[in-house]
Nanobody, 115 residues
């Protein structure tokens, strides 16, 4: 069972930056596909960015060019660098680890973009 602990959220002004981290334990991290999701108030959880065990990445159209997902297998950690933040990026961000048939979630970290 994967344990995931997310961190790095906070309050930031529009145009600012944040870096989220998600540390994994209990498994061989390098073989898992990792992803960040977010959930805004009153909305469904949506995929923000993903990175496979091989390092391939994909992004939601709304964050392309602004967000970067990366992983450090030596530190069992996945990151989400968020630049040029907008108010619509506000929400709870969750990291996810997948290796069929399992899927595990972190506890979520709040990101608020507001002036």
């Amino acid at each position: 069972q994967v344990q995931l602990v997310g961190s790095g959220g906070g309050l930031v002004q529009p145009g600012g930056s944040l870096r989220l981290s998600c540390a994994a334990s209990g498994v061989i991290f390098s073989i898992y596909d990792m992803a960040w999701y977010r959930q805004a108030p009153g909305k469904q959880r949506e995929l923000v960015a993903g990175i496979t065990s091989g390092g391939s990445t994909n992004y939601a159209d709304s964050v392309k060019g602004r967000f970067t997902i990366s992983r450090d297998n030596a530190k069992n950690t996945v990151y989400l660098q968020m630049n040029s933040l907008k108010p619509e990026d506000t929400g709870v961000y969750y990291c996810n680890a997948k290796k069929w048939p399992s899927s595990s979630w972190g506890q979520g970290t709040q990101v608020t973009v507001s002036s």
